[in-house]
C-alpha cells in the first residue's frame, strides 16, 4: 500500500474517533445532566486516548 494513502488513513482514523467522543460525550452529558462542556472534554479524551492507542498498535505491528 501506498504510505501517503495508509498515513492519511491513520489521521482520517483519529478525526473520525475525536468527533465521535465528541458527540458521545455530549450525549452521555445531558443523559446525565451535566454540563455539556465537561461531557465533551471527557468524551474527547477518552476517544483520543483509544484513538491514538489503535493507531500505536497498527503501526507498531507494521514493523514487525
Not at 14 to 32: R, V
Request: proline share 2%.
Amino acid at each position: 500500500m501506498n504510505p501517503y494513502l495508509k498515513y492519511t488513513n491513520l489521521a482520517f482514523q483519529l478525526i473520525l474517533y475525536i468527533f465521535s467522543g465528541y458527540y458521545f460525550g455530549k450525549w452521555i452529558a445531558e443523559y446525565l445532566g451535566y454540563g455539556n462542556s465537561a461531557g465533551s472534554a471527557i468524551g474527547i479524551l477518552v476517544m483520543l486516548m483509544l484513538g491514538l492507542t489503535k493507531i500505536i498498535r497498527d503501526l507498531l505491528q507494521e514493523n514487525k
